[in-house]
């Protein structure tokens, strides 16, 4: 094979990953605008009590300059 033809059969795949990705973002988009499932939200600092117990022993300056 030559180098022509890898080329073009590496693009084509790439083509046809990206057509899929496309199609299943499109189908988590209606499937949230339906309610059937829901994006996730990201923890807030006041409903989780603040700094996670195990961040509580860093130490307050880490050094350098």
């Keep these: 094979m030559n180098r022509n033809m890898i080329v073009l059969i590496i693009l084509a795949v790439l083509v046809l ?9 499109n189908s988590l988009k209606t499937q949230i605008n339906e309610g059937k499932i829901s994006a996730g ?10 700094v996670p117990s195990s961040l509580n022993d860093l130490p307050s300056m880490v050094g350098g300059c």
């Design 17 to 25: 990953l990206t057509a899929v990705q496309a199609v299943q973002l």
């Design 41 to 50: 939200n990201a923890p807030s600092a006041s409903s989780g009590g603040g």
